[in-house]
């Protein structure tokens, strides 16, 4: 081999060399990064939960208070605010009661049915955005009163 052919020979084993320990560097930066990306990611989960654990416990006792007062008054007779406090059979009742009552209707029946679980919502609307939050909160989601 000549000396040049040598030196292009050393040049490159150079050249190659230097790139290994640049990829090698470039992969440690990118184990790094993804590992600092990795651990934002978790924090932000952590928080994102523990946002949505306080959002979703009985510490919202209002808004829990005023969706279920409102949906009560507008969707009373489907049973939408008894399934929201956690009254399965409830609502069911009304849910039922408002089905027969409009499968009924052509008989004429169902028109005297009709009015029952829109009153009922109604009323319970309006009883449940009347009393406190603690109030609420005692009586329908604690003490689990299932009727007015």
Known sequence: MSDENKNFGDKAEDA?????????????????????????????????TAGAKEAFSGAGGENKKVLVGILAI???S???????????????????VTILAY????????LL??????????????IYLTKSD???????QVGKKPWF
């Open 16 to 48: 190659f060399d230097n790139a290994k320990e640049s990829a090698k560097e470039f992969s440690e930066d990118a184990k790094e990064s993804a590992k600092e990306f990795s651990e934002n990611a978790k924090k932000t989960a952590d928080e994102f």
């Open 74 to 76: 507008i969707l009373g």
């Open 78 to 96: 489907l049973g939408v605010h008894k399934f929201l406090l956690g009254y399965q059979k409830e609502g069911f009742i009304l849910l039922g």
């Open 103 to 110: 499968a009924t209707s052509c008989l004429g029946i169902g």
């Open 113 to 126: 049915l009709v009015w029952i679980p829109y009153v009922i919502g109604l009323i319970e609307g309006i």
């Open 134 to 140: 603690e109030e609420f909160y005692n009586t329908y």
